[in-house]
């Protein structure tokens, strides 16, 4: 399989995909909002009424004024501002709600994809990597709850592929300023930014980012 060309990867990856979706979004209303998606459906359907982190009140059509939390309601802007978006389109249902970690679920898969390609240039093996993505049980349920994780994962896992690609992996473009930084400072620059691009936006949904410079600098 690892002599696949890219137009039969690219169709497996396809199929991959579909089939990651479907479990992602299979009657993804069917079951109610349980613990934690209650604070997260509260706040983020507060900020499209209000345009404030605020936690709403579904019994009062209001904001709460009784569980007020800033520091909660705010966490994890990023990803509740998607789903206050959908809002504008569609009602404050489960399925609704949710979609967006579905949609992060998926795209997880080709970010689990991208991430063993960069490592290994096997076709095969990030085709395994991606369909194991798609049918891990943990993986569809995160992917199916009101949670910040679903898009935390692919973010976290892109910030660290780029860093560790950053460090591991040798320019071979023919931009001399970029050759000259590899040559002094052993960094592949390009790999280098985007790992900077997306360690800020994995550490702007959960604080647990931090860890990477820290696994990467005892690695």
Same mark, same amino acid.
């Given at each position: 399989?690892?002599?696949?060309?890219?137009?039969?990867?690219? $169709?497996?990856?396809?199929?991959?995909?579909?089939?990651?979706?479907?479990?992602?979004?299979?009657?993804?209303? !069917?079951? %109610?909002?349980?613990?934690? !998606?209650?604070?997260?459906?509260?706040?983020?359907?507060?900020?499209? $009424?209000?345009?404030?982190?605020?936690?709403?009140?579904?019994?009062?059509?209001? &904001? %709460? !004024?009784?569980?007020?939390?800033?520091?909660?309601?705010?966490?994890?802007? &990023?990803?509740?501002?998607? #789903?206050?978006?959908?809002?504008?389109?569609? &009602? &404050?249902? !489960?399925?609704?709600?949710?979609? #967006?970690?579905?949609?992060?679920?998926?795209? @997880?898969?080709? #970010? #689990?994809?991208?991430?063993?390609?960069?490592?290994?240039?096997? $076709?095969? +093996?990030? =085709?395994? @990597?991606?369909?194991?993505? @798609? +049918?891990?049980?943990?993986?569809?349920?995160?992917?199916?709850?009101?949670?910040?994780?679903?898009?935390?994962?692919? *973010?976290?896992?892109?910030?660290?592929?780029?860093?560790?690609?950053?460090?591991?992996?040798?320019?071979?473009?023919?931009?001399?300023? *970029?050759?000259?930084?590899?040559?002094?400072?052993?960094?592949?620059?390009?790999?280098?930014?985007? @790992?900077?691009?997306?360690?800020? *936006? %994995?550490?702007?949904?959960?604080?647990?980012?931090?860890? =990477?410079?820290?696994?990467?600098?005892?690695?």
């Amino acid at each position: 399989m690892h002599m696949l060309d890219w137009k039969r990867t690219i $169709q497996i990856l396809a199929i991959i995909l579909v089939l990651g979706g479907a479990f992602r979004f299979y009657h993804l209303g !069917e079951n %109610s909002f349980v613990a934690d !998606e209650f604070l997260d459906i509260n706040s983020t359907y507060g900020y499209h $009424q209000t345009g404030e982190w605020r936690a709403w009140d579904f019994n009062f059509g209001a &904001p %709460s !004024e009784v569980n007020e939390n800033a520091a909660r309601d705010e966490r994890a802007a &990023p990803y509740k501002w998607q #789903v206050a978006r959908i809002f504008a389109f569609f &009602p &404050p249902t !489960e399925a609704a709600a949710r979609s #967006v970690s579905a949609l992060w679920g998926v795209f @997880a898969i080709l #970010v #689990v994809f991208w991430s063993a390609w960069i490592f290994t240039r096997r $076709q095969d +093996i990030s =085709l395994v @990597a991606a369909l194991l993505c @798609a +049918i891990s049980i943990s993986a569809i349920v995160f992917s199916r709850r009101l949670r910040m994780y679903a898009m935390f994962f692919p *973010l976290y896992l892109a910030a660290a592929t780029a860093l560790y690609a950053a460090y591991e992996h040798a320019y071979a473009g023919k931009i001399g300023f *970029l050759k000259n930084v590899a040559l002094r400072f052993g960094i592949h620059l390009p790999y280098f930014a985007l @790992a900077g691009a997306f360690t800020a *936006l %994995s550490l702007s949904v959960h604080q647990m980012t931090a860890h =990477l410079p820290l696994s990467f600098g005892a690695y």
